[in-house]
């Protein structure tokens, strides 16, 4: 094992962004938070952007700020899924065109196509169908009579930031595994493209994951303000696959909640599980590390209590998360319960308003203050990963003796316990940087710093984690 290695996993998510510098000695890694910045959609015309400039800049000030505080031997980006955007004919990014996956649009293609169209999507590689999906996102492209002929490069959202600071075009599975159209072991789906007259030359060949993609390029190395080479490496690109791969567990099939923005409760698997009952019930099958299958369900997640932060705090209620959580667990429970995957939930809103006249609606019950909100979306969510849990174990026949909970989400003890207790199984909570840290590894096993039987000995040691048990 390499001694005194240090690499900067920048890990993205849909609401925020963070730089964390991972050094490794010997056994021993240590974290350093160099950078964090928010993020989110930018409306324009109608449609919901990311604001690629903005994100691009940040990407660039974390490498610059990294370096200032040593050297660097490595560089990754994760992301959120599904999300792509253009690398022109002049080798230039087309901007006006990183659109977010919550764009109106998206859900008026899936409305219009009947139950076995949707199926058919399906079975191409065993992805869920979900409004966003980057089927349906290329569908409404194919239906505008978007004009390809200009695009050199259809590049995944983390693989889009790794071509504008090296120049070279890749694209890596377990990102491109959540497109819909990937298949394990058999890469991007030639007659879904075919269909909707997408040319295939512009999805780059595909790279194992954790290869490096290339160095620096000349300008960024003097913006950040080096003169050496800084490989960027093809860590998994998916912040899921990334958290995932930071499971402090030894075991091969781990039940597991990334807890984010997004809820993905699920399992490891050795293949896809693309039958029907995987398809009623929602379930999705999407890379992992390795080679294996994160079969999970998508699940709405902390984006619901984001958004009623947001609006009380523009109502004058300068409140933050712990307060949340507390006033949640003084509150009465009233017990109102909201699907939190509904479609009154999807899109930014007045998400406390939401969530009251929903429950007014479906079991006329009023909620009236801050927790009493907070508790109903809290409990809703333990509603959905019991569902999710039972689904999955008569998906795949395995009983889990433990339900790793990685993410933000792990660090909401409040949450954690009503976990427990719903679904009546030990709860083992962190890490909450789960997907840096599964960035950092991917990196150390790209630059031969560790190899990847050492991964989880690594990741034990080195991680602190919280266990709840039921209490009923």
């Not at 963070?18 to 350093?32: A, E, H, M, P, T």
């Not at 030639?190 to 030359?201: G, R, S, T």
């Not at 950092?440 to 096993?445: E, K, R, S």
Request: hydrophobic share 40%.
């Amino acid at each position: 094992m390499a001694n005194d290695v240090r690499v900067l996993a920048i890990d993205l998510g849909a609401s925020s962004g963070r730089g964390i510098i991972f050094q490794l000695c010997g056994d021993k890694l240590q974290q350093k938070v160099i950078h964090r910045f928010p993020n989110g959609a930018v409306e324009r015309d109608g449609r919901l952007y990311w604001n690629l400039d903005m994100l691009f800049a940040e990407v660039v000030n974390a490498i610059r700020l990294a370096c200032k505080d040593g050297k660097i031997d490595g560089v990754g980006i994760d992301t959120w899924g599904v999300d792509f955007g253009f690398v022109g004919k002049d080798g230039k990014t087309v901007c006006d065109d990183f659109r977010n996956y919550r764009n109106p649009a998206n859900a008026q293609v899936r409305g219009s196509l009947d139950e076995s169209k949707r199926k058919q999507l399906f079975d191409i590689a065993g992805i869920s169908d979900n409004d966003f999906n980057t089927t349906y996102q290329l569908i409404a492209r194919a239906r505008e009579n978007y004009n390809f002929d200009g695009v050199k490069h259809l590049l995944f959202t983390p693989q889009l930031l790794g071509y504008m600071l090296t120049g070279v075009a890749v694209s890596e599975p377990t990102i491109s595994s959540t497109s819909g159209f990937y298949r394990q072991r058999q890469g991007f789906d030639e007659e879904f493209l075919k269909q909707w007259n997408i040319p295939k030359e512009i999805l780059p060949k595909s790279v194992d994951t954790c290869s490096i993609i290339g160095n620096l390029k000349e300008e960024i190395k003097r913006q950040v303000g080096i003169d050496y080479d800084l490989p960027v490496i093809a860590t998994p690109g998916h912040d899921t696959a990334c958290a995932v791969l930071g499971v402090p567990s030894q075991e091969e099939y781990p039940l597991f909640l990334s807890s984010g923005t997004w809820s993905l409760f699920g399992a490891l698997e050795d293949k896809p599980v693309v039958s029907d009952d995987a398809w009623k019930y929602g379930y999705t099958n999407e890379l992992a590390f390795g080679g294996k299958v994160r079969l999970l369900r998508n699940i709405m997640g902390m984006w619901i209590i984001q958004e009623c932060r947001r609006q009380w705090i523009s109502e004058g209620e300068n409140i933050d998360y712990p307060q949340i959580v507390a006033l949640a667990k003084d509150s009465e429970d009233k017990g109102a319960y909201i699907d939190v995957n509904d479609s009154a939930f999807a899109l930014p809103c007045n998400m406390a308003d939401s969530v009251k006249t929903y429950v007014f609606e479906k079991q006329g019950i009023k909620l009236r203050s801050i927790g009493e909100v907070a508790r109903c979306v809290y409990t809703s969510l333990a509603k959905a990963y019991k569902d999710a849990y039972d689904g999955l174990v008569k998906l795949t026949g395995r009983e889990y003796g433990k339900l790793y909970i990685i993410g933000g989400g792990a660090n909401n003890d409040y949450l954690n316990q009503i976990i427990a207790d719903t679904l009546d199984i030990e709860v083992s909570a962190g890490p909450s940087e789960a997907s840096a840290l599964g960035n950092a590894i991917g990196q150390l096993v790209g630059l031969g710093a560790i190899k990847p039987s050492q991964i989880k000995n690594i990741i034990m040691e080195n991680c602190d984690v919280k266990v709840f048990f039921p209490q009923k």
